[in-house]
């Protein structure tokens, strides 16, 4: 029997996760200010930033 995808919810979520792990790159990169409203960013960006930080959170990042 294959295995069920179980989904977390909450904020210990891989997703959840990721989201805040992106506001706090962005905010050091300069897209996005303190209160964590996106800006400077475009749309490819933020979802490459955003994809990034899941393939992190879930424990994929690999190390060059």
Known sequence: MAE???AQI???SP???AYKLMHEIAVQEGHAD???RVINADRKYV???YAE???ATNGYRTFD
């Open 4 to 6: 069920e995808a179980k």
């Open 10 to 12: 909450g904020e210990n």
């Open 15 to 17: 997703e959840h996760v």
């Open 34 to 36: 303190s209160t964590r």
């Open 47 to 49: 979802l490459d930033l």
């Open 53 to 55: 930080c899941l393939h």
